[in-house]
């Protein structure tokens, strides 16, 4: 029976474990994605202090990066808790695993004391001789047979709960260093966040006293996103009614094939890649409050992807370039139709492709545009479905 209950026990415990095990692997994941990030947000920093890029680019590298440390430093506290459950758990287990192997040589010790009080090692064959018929002899061998079993089993058991409770007690040792590593990892996390928030009083000290030119920097931001959000509808109109017979419609005429290839992309939801080979996103989707003035609400039609100089923009889908413009300063954006769905790469300074032209997943797209006065490289991505805006963040994977 005790035998019984031990595995019983190890049996739960295991399955605890072994979800316990999973949540710290998910959580470890997530923390390894969010110190890329962090690391992708110092590289481009390096470079802007280098280059003498825009404080207001600066102070919003550093608002993100400050938001990914709190993020980490979540992570690990609850990487912390569940290591603090494991250990609880492998104390508890350790202990009552030292009571059942008390037991069992106690149990063990005592049998053995019995066998030789009645000198049944000594005495097999006079056991057996001594039966009355051969009926009660073959129960006298078989009652040996069982007994030797179970003195087996028995030493067994200790020997199994003897490896199982080495094995706690080196988890245990193990799951303590792990715990001290992360309360290390917290200590220069929250270290590093104070860092930043002293950088970041310094650059709105700096913003605060040149107040009328960052004003006039985001006028003429607000400015340039209308400006391009009433070209792209333009455009899309356009487009559309090339597409079409009919001149009222607002939807592109799907051929079969663009009609599969638009199921296709719509099966994709999520998992697109991102238009860039490496970057962080700088602003997101939607109605944003900007952190220089809290009172100022700005809107993003796409998302803004901050990325190195020389970043090449590359194609999330398989599909066909629809058009390519240029607006005055030179600036191009390349327009690529899958189906009825379309995505746009604005602010490059080069293309490698051409209208009309059909392209595959990953296909570079063009060279991204640096500003020369800002030292800031960025791409404008949008997604659309006919003349209908969708947030880019909910179709490509962790944008």
Do not use: C
């Not at 569940?82 to 758990?89: D, F, G, P, V, Y």
């Not at 080495?166 to 104070?194: H, M, P």
């Amino acid at each position: 029976m005790k035998g019984k209950l031990l595995f019983i026990f190890l049996l739960s415990f295991s399955s605890l474990v072994a979800q316990r095990t999973e949540d710290q692997k998910n959580l470890e994941r997530r923390k390894q994605e969010l110190n890329r990030e962090i690391q992708n947000i110092n590289a481009l920093l390096l470079k802007e202090q280098k280059q003498e890029g825009s404080v207001l680019e600066e102070l919003r590298a550093l608002g993100q990066q400050s938001t990914a440390i709190r993020r980490v430093i979540q992570i690990t506290n609850q990487q912390i808790q569940i290591l603090e459950e494991q250990i609880e758990n492998n104390e508890t287990q350790a202990a009552e695993l030292k009571e059942t192997l008390r037991i069992l040589k106690e149990d063990y010790a005592l049998m053995i004391r019995k066998s030789y009080q009645k000198n049944l090692e000594k005495n097999r064959l006079m056991f057996l001789l001594s039966a009355k018929s051969f009926k009660e002899a073959y129960k006298r061998w078989d009652y040996m047979i069982q007994y030797a079993d179970f003195r087996k089993s028995q030493g067994e058991k200790i020997e199994q709960s003897q490896v199982e409770l080495e094995r706690v007690n080196q988890e245990l040792l193990g799951q303590l260093k792990e715990k001290q590593s992360l309360l290390d990892e917290n200590t220069y996390a929250r270290a590093n966040l104070l860092s930043q928030r002293k950088r970041q009083e310094s650059i709105l000290t700096t913003i605060r006293q040149n107040e009328s030119k960052y004003q006039k920097e985001i006028e003429a931001k607000i400015a340039e996103q209308r400006r391009i959000d009433q070209e792209i509808r333009s455009l899309i109109e356009r487009e559309i009614k090339k597409s079409s017979s009919s001149r009222n419609t607002a939807t592109f005429e799907l051929t079969p094939e663009a009609r599969i290839i638009a199921g296709n992309f719509a099966a994709n939801k999520g998992n697109h890649i991102w238009p860039v080979e490496k970057g962080i996103k700088s602003e997101g989707f939607g109605q944003y409050t900007d952190k220089l003035y809290p009172g100022l609400k700005l809107n993003n039609n796409g998302v803004t992807i901050a990325t190195e100089q020389g970043a090449v923009a590359r194609s999330i889908y398989e599909g066909q370039v629809m058009t390519i413009m240029t607006n005055r300063q030179g600036i191009k954006g390349v327009y690529v139709r899958h189906g009825d769905y379309i995505t746009m790469y604005y602010n490059l300074e080069s293309v490698y492709v051409k209208e009309g032209q059909k392209i595959e997943a990953k296909t570079s797209l063009g060279v991204i545009h640096t500003d020369k006065i800002e030292n800031v490289t960025k791409l404008k991505f949008y997604v659309y479905k006919n003349k209908e805006r969708l947030n880019p963040e909910t179709w490509v994977n962790k944008l």
